[in-house]
């Protein structure tokens, strides 16, 4: 066959090529009926009707002699793959496709349950870039949000508030009082200083005062002598004059070294100092970056001894000063 012969039987081929969605859709089989003796065809044996030949890509319709396969080389240029929205709409889901060589155009992408297999993702759980959707996430155990304490009325604030305070050892802070009774600390300070007028107003024997940063019920100063009679009858330990000197040094000039406070005072501190932490009104506060000697500062108990609140309420020295002090202090340098 000559070059001009070829080309013209590939240009009719190619002219009389139908792609398979203009195909006729091929018809299902029946259902092997039982013949008159009971029995049924087996899927092994030939059915009494004849089913028409499946159509191969590249022969035309119409033509029982073209079922050989086409060969890649001869398929036209043109023929491309099947557009899945021109798919007849009256084929079975499960039929397999066309069959053709390797190289030739796709006709029919088989829809039955191996291909549902062989995706691990079912079309339902796709976007429709093909991207398998987030699946949502197992359900979380609700957080237990704890009820709020119920606010309490003015009365029942100021009963608990009293109760509190009679058992305390040392003077307790607003802050410590509203969170024991879950209630907000700006309701605490007013109905303090409303029972504090009231006792004061009462003439009562004790009042409520305001104490090395805390609030603690104390005996009143006119009744002092039948207080201490009571309580020391007789068995007082009174803090000796070298203690008194050495816990005002101190009191004064804090924090301050154990050097400092024998250099002011002019005699050795160390077995006064030693009493003074014993009893609680002293105690050490860190080290002199300088020299590393310990510094000492008086303590909480101290002030609640001399009822302040804090130290800045200590009474000045200058009305206690001689006249004469800058004389003194020249001579003795």
């Not at 087996?42 to 002699?65: F, N, R």
């Not at 993702?121 to 609700?142: I, Y």
Request: hydrophobic fraction near 35%; proline fraction near 12%; aromatic fraction near 4%.
């Amino acid at each position: 066959m000559s070059d001009e012969e070829r080309q013209d039987s590939l240009a009719d081929q190619a002219a009389a090529w139908v792609p398979p969605w203009e195909r006729p859709a091929a018809r299902h089989a029946p259902a092997p009926a039982p013949t008159d003796s009971g029995t049924v065809d087996t899927p092994g044996t030939e059915p009494d009707h004849d089913l028409p030949d499946p159509v191969v890509a590249g022969s035309p319709p119409g033509d029982d002699d073209s079922g050989t396969p086409v060969s890649p080389g001869e398929l036209p240029a043109s023929a491309g793959p099947a557009d899945p929205g021109d798919t007849p709409t009256d084929a079975a889901p499960d039929e397999p496709g066309t069959p053709v060589e390797p190289g030739g155009p796709v006709a029919a992408v088989g829809t039955g349950a191996g291909a549902a297999d062989a995706d691990p993702d079912p079309a339902g759980e796709r976007d429709a870039a093909g991207v398998p959707k987030r699946r949502p996430a197992g359900r979380r155990r609700a957080t237990v949000v704890p009820e709020p304490a119920p606010a309490l009325d003015d009365a029942e604030l100021r009963g608990a508030l009293e109760a509190i305070l009679l058992v305390v050892d040392e003077p307790v802070s607003e802050l410590v009082l509203a969170q024991v009774l879950e209630q907000s600390p700006e309701r605490i300070g007013p109905v303090l200083d409303d029972i504090a007028a009231g006792y004061t107003a009462a003439g009562h024997g004790f009042e409520l005062r305001r104490a090395a940063g805390g609030w603690r019920l104390y005996t009143r100063p006119e009744y002092a002598t039948h207080v201490e009679r009571f309580v020391l009858d007789g068995q007082s330990v009174r803090l000796t004059q070298a203690a008194l000197e050495t816990l005002a040094v101190i009191a004064y000039k804090q924090p301050v070294t154990r050097g400092r406070v024998s250099a002011i005072r002019g005699v050795n501190c160390d077995g006064v100092l030693r009493t003074l932490v014993s009893r609680g009104l002293v105690e050490e506060c860190g080290a002199e970056p300088d020299s590393g000697a310990f510094l000492f500062r008086t303590t909480t108990m101290f002030l609640e001894k001399l009822g302040l609140d804090s130290v800045a309420d200590l009474p000045p020295l200058a009305p206690f000063l001689p006249d004469d002090v800058e004389e003194l202090a020249d001579a003795t340098r």
